[in-house]
């Protein structure tokens, strides 16, 4: 492949960050008409490297070139100049407007802005791709998939034939997820580079046609896709050999735990979030709940936590003896009083799990800094569950004392999942426990989960990958717009049917 | 479209950690930088001769006995409502009610002393204008808090409208207790028995305000620091989804913390109408309220720290309105001295937490 001029080289690329180093002499070459996939653990540079192309960060040292001859890139306007665009992982769009306008606001077009010829553009680009969206919609009565296919339109719309999409498909459906790869296609076709950041191993096999690793900043090598394995690509991103079975222990002994019974949630603006939502949760049992993002996961966890209002409906917590204990009504405190341990590593994990800004100890004594009679709080004890988690968990930390926001996404889910089963709890709740974290620390999480199973715990697992939620559930719960569309062996269940039962609510018939 | 094809002359990214000396050199420079600036402003505006109004500066501030004294009593009442708004800065409620609640405070002091000034033993007066103090400090920091709490209103507004409220009661009561009939003021309270003023340590007038400052400081460094209280506040202030999360009361915390900071303020009103001024005005918080909203943010909200922010501004304001008499220029030069010197002290924060990368001059890589 040496014979073609690469449309984006980077030569000796390094980025550091105070005392970190992201990036490390990085050379790499994005050819047009390739699809590129990145892959690398969490804080392997990946990211920081694709800002350096789009203009957000500015390399200490080494050097771009664009179809050969050296340039600069100090913005992102030097970037679309050059015909890069970046699709990140949070969307930049501005809600009360149409796609149209969010395509074009920020452009300095010369004459008045004609809005039907914007539309016609956008729909010559839909048609071009495959893309379907409506130019006329609002942002805010859009799904995820579609606000994504915005940016996409939007980079597109701009003229950039060098498209980067930083983990485009973790808030997508299986069926939304094909229908991006389609367009992707179609994109190589067409003549675009391609570059996709991403941890899915099956995604890269299936899409791309070279994949560069990263490791610790550092550039591992390249390999063609369709002459590797995902074992291989795993072995090289992490540094080591690893093993990609999830274990899945038969349930001990399961009985109810939580029962949900009918439970309805409407939000603050009085929209129904939960309708009319039962099951059972058993102990020595994962129950994976799926669903596409915002299908009522986060309300049903906050829910049984005793975080969410609940409109009707009955969450009982049932004794090993059998007694049952009404959860409905009550807040953290009054459910942690009547004798009922939940613990809860919620989606949101520095902004509702634990305090950015405090060190390790402060976050490990979120929980426990009420015992005692004392008015003065008690360190001692939290700092020695924070060294057992740091220790027991290999959490990668400069110290106890350094604030939880500075740490890696991964390292910051190991202290929280630390604290909360340090507290013997006999109901787990988790919500996207592995999202963004890499292949090494999602295989720690698994085997601590698979722990609390084991342990006779009741855990609730809300996840997004299907692969991940067939192989760790003993049984699987899907959601879709609130109602349970189906709960399903997690044994025999396909990721097919799961998929379907995500997208149409009227699923508990055929499954009856 | 222009393609400058060049690397950018500075580019700025923010640094991780610092050696406190390097911090401590960053600021010293800034002050060095400050004094340099403040020299040419001096000569080309004034033609003084700039050693001598430095010296001026200083003389203002340290001149005295009588100087210090009064030095150390202005930094007193700074620090005390500085301490005050602290515990409700950290929990991120922006209370810049500060200067109403010291207001109100004095007020609820001054009539004690005026109403109950012959009724009651001089010890029992003192302790029932404190607790009049208190308390009217905390409702007026109470209020606005537990309109956010129930209501989530915006409690910036709500604390600066509450300071307008509290002037114009001061005013109301100032009338209706003048002395004599139609002066507009009230002149000094018991002022032949001196009732319901604060004991002076030996003949030292302002000693026992600074001594109650600054075990106060020490305790509210320990509340912040080591209580359950002062950690509840902390997270309710850098999250409130996680307080609730852990079962944290978020208005309860919030009602209780402004409680706490309307009654210190209350306390500031206390020692300045009890203990030095013996009277009541509406300018006798004079602006303080505001100012220690700067004391507390640049001090990082540390109360510790606050000893020596809170000595900083009232030394820069001694120091400007002697260089103001002394070389009969007007007031507001010494103000433009004391602005360039905040102004570089602030800018420094900046160079502490980012760092500037220049073009190398020339790179040859081959």
């Not at chain 1, 988790?430 to 999480?445: E, H, K, P, Q």
């Not at chain 2, 706490?260 to 509406?282: E, K, M, N, Q, R």
Request: neutral net charge; charged residues 20%; proline residues 3%.
């Amino acid at each position: 492949m040496d014979h073609r001029v690469a449309a984006v080289s980077l030569r000796n690329i390094t980025k550091s960050f105070g005392t970190i180093l992201a990036n490390d002499k990085i050379n790499l070459d994005i050819y047009r008409g390739e699809i590129l996939a990145l892959l690398g653990e969490n804080g392997s540079g990946k990211t920081t490297l694709m800002n350096m192309l789009s203009g957000i960060y500015y390399p200490d040292e080494g050097e771009i070139l664009i179809d050969g001859k050296s340039v600069v890139i100090s913005s992102p306007k030097d970037a679309f100049a050059y015909g890069i665009g970046m699709i990140h992982q949070h969307f930049k769009l501005v809600d009360v407007l149409t796609a149209a306008e969010n395509i074009v606001l920020g452009l300095k077009e010369p004459g008045r802005l004609n809005l039907s010829a914007v539309a016609e553009k956008i729909r010559q680009i839909c048609r071009t791709y495959g893309f379907e969206i409506d130019p006329n919609q609002k942002v805010y009565d859009m799904s995820v998939s579609q606000k994504q296919t915005v940016e996409i339109v939007k980079v597109l719309y701009r003229g950039a034939d060098i498209l980067i999409l930083d983990e485009p498909t973790a808030v997508l459906t299986p069926q939304e997820t094909e229908k991006l790869f389609a367009v992707l296609r179609n994109m190589r076709r067409s003549g675009k580079a391609i570059v996709i950041i991403t941890h899915k191993m099956h995604e890269v096999e299936a899409l791309s046609d070279r994949v560069a690793v990263l490791n610790h900043g550092a550039y591992v090598g390249e390999l063609a896709t369709e002459k590797t394995n995902a074992q291989e690509m795993t072995n090289m991103m992490v540094g080591h050999q690893v093993s990609l079975n999830i274990e899945r222990p038969e349930p001990v002994n399961p009985k109810p735990r939580i029962e949900v019974e009918n439970l309805s949630v409407r939000s603050i603006d009085g929209i129904l979030k939960l309708d009319g939502v039962s099951f059972t949760a058993n102990s020595g049992e994962i129950l994976g709940i799926a669903g596409i993002s915002g299908s009522g996961q986060k309300e049903l966890l906050e829910a049984i936590a005793g975080l969410q209002p609940v409109e009707k409906g009955s969450i009982r917590y049932i004794e090993d003896d059998g007694s049952a204990e009404e959860l409905v009504g009550k807040d953290p405190l009054e459910i942690e009083a009547m004798g009922v341990s939940l613990a809860f590593v919620p989606e949101d994990r520095l902004g509702m799990g634990l305090v950015g800004d405090m060190d390790l100890t402060d976050n490990m004594m979120l929980r426990s800094f009420r015992s005692g009679s004392s008015i003065f709080t008690n360190r001692k004890e939290p700092q020695a569950l924070a060294e057992q988690v740091v220790e027991q968990l290999e959490v990668n930390t400069p110290g106890l004392s350094t604030p939880v926001r500075r740490l890696s996404g991964g390292n910051v889910q190991k202290v929280l999942v630390g604290r909360e089963i340090a507290s013997a709890p006999k109901v787990l709740l988790t919500a996207y426990a592995v999202r963004g974290l890499d292949i090494n620390s999602s295989y720690t999480i698994y085997r601590l989960i698979n722990e609390q199973k084991k342990a006779g715990i009741a855990v609730l697992y809300v996840g997004e990958d299907l692969d991940v939620l067939l192989e760790l559930c003993d049984r699987i719960v899907v959601l879709c717009a609130g109602r349970v569309s189906g709960i399903l062996d997690g044994r025999t269940a396909t990721k097919n049917q799961i998929g379907l039962l995500m997208t149409q609510t009227g699923g508990e018939d055929e499954h009856a | 479209m222009s393609m400058h094809n060049k690397t950018p002359l500075v580019h700025i990214s923010k640094r991780r950690e610092m050696p406190w000396y390097w911090s401590f050199g960053i600021r010293a420079a800034a002050i060095a930088a400050a004094f340099l600036v403040c020299a040419f402003v001096t000569m080309a505006l004034t033609g003084e001769n700039p050693l001598a109004v430095f010296a001026t500066l200083f003389y203002g501030a340290f001149g005295t006995e009588r100087k210090i004294w009064i030095l150390l009593q202005n930094i007193a009442i700074l620090l005390c409502i500085a301490l005050a708004v602290t515990p409700a800065f950290k929990m991120r409620f922006w209370n810049i009610g500060g200067e109403g609640q010291v207001l109100i405070g004095g007020l609820a002091a001054a009539a004690c002393m005026i109403l109950l000034g012959d009724k009651l033993p001089n010890g029992l007066l003192i302790a029932v204008s404190l607790a009049a103090s208190l308390l009217s400090g905390a409702l007026w920091g109470a209020i606005p808090a537990v309109f956010k709490a129930k209501w989530n209103t915006n409690e910036t507004l709500f604390t600066l409208m509450m300071n307008y409220v509290a002037t114009q009661l001061v005013a109301f009561f100032v009338i209706v207790w003048e002395v004599p009939k139609g002066a507009g003021k009230i002149g000094i309270i018991n002022q032949s028995s001196e009732a319901g003023w604060l004991p002076q340590i030996g003949d030292y007038k302002y000693l026992l305000n600074i001594l109650i400052v600054a075990v106060l400081t020490l305790a509210m460094y320990v509340y912040l620091r080591r209580s359950k209280h002062g950690y509840e506040l902390s997270v309710v202030g850098q999250s409130e989804r996680t307080a609730r999360y852990v079962g944290i009361k978020v208005g309860r915390v919030i009602v209780r913390t402004m409680i706490l900071s309307g009654a210190i303020c209350g306390l500031a009103g206390f020692l300045l109408v009890a203990g030095t001024d013996h009277t009541i005005t509406t300018t006798i918080a004079g602006g303080r309220g505001f100012t220690a909203v700067m004391v507390s943010w640049l001090a990082g909200f540390n109360p510790l720290s606050m000893v020596f922010t809170s000595f900083l501004l009232v030394f820069l304001d001694r120091g400007a309105s002697e260089i103001a008499t002394n070389f009969m220029l007007n007031h507001a030069f010494g103000d433009i001295l004391a602005g360039i010197i905040l102004f570089f002290i602030i800018g420094s924060e900046f160079f502490i937490r980012y760092q500037l990368h220049f073009r190398k001059r020339s790179k040859k890589e081959v």
